[in-house]
């Protein structure tokens, strides 16, 4: 399979491995300057991540991970993330992520100086990322608003 190359990919933060696996088909993650898609054989990359969702793929799988800042590097079909922050979906709790993005509208509103603004949008940002991937995680059944047929 040499002349099918595949990924491999490590994600961490200052505390932990949150992801690690080799055979990786592709990985989608939140650049500073928008969305990247990271395919074997990429060209060298060095990217500054935002707050959003990344995407590993590896054949019909996909891992799901809320990531918050940090760099990204390719670098012969190896893809290393140094996240601020990173959780796998299934580590995210809904109702947490729902009570923290109260709060951070409830900051917003209250907010009177372009710090207290900025602090409160990125903890706005946060909470939307944990709260959209564990709703996603729970499923479309879950979701009553959906029309059937």
């Given amino acids: 399979m040499s002349s099918n190359p595949k990924l491999q990919v490590e994600i961490v ?10 055979d990786v088909d592709m990985v989608m993650a ?13 060209a060298a990359l060095f ?15 996909e891992q799901e991970l809320a990531v918050f ?19 796998r979906i299934e580590e995210i ?26 602090a409160a949008l990125a903890s706005l940002r946060r909470a939307r990322v944990r709260s959209n991937l564990a709703r996603r995680r729970r499923g479309p059944r879950a979701d009553v608003s959906r029309p059937t047929g």
């Fill in 30 to 42: 939140p650049g500073a300057d928008g969305a990247l898609g990271i395919l074997p054989r990429h």
């Fill in 13 to 22: 933060t200052g505390e932990r491995v949150v992801y690690e696996e080799q």
């Fill in 93 to 118: 709790d809904e109702e947490r992520a729902e009570r923290a993005r109260q709060r951070a509208e409830a900051a917003l509103q209250e907010a009177t100086t372009a710090v207290e603004i900025e």
């Fill in 47 to 61: 990217s500054l991540l935002s707050a959003g969702e990344l995407i590993v793929r590896k054949g019909t799988d």
């Fill in 69 to 87: 800042g940090g760099f990204l590097e390719v670098v012969n079909n190896r893809v290393m993330i140094l996240a601020d922050t990173a959780e």
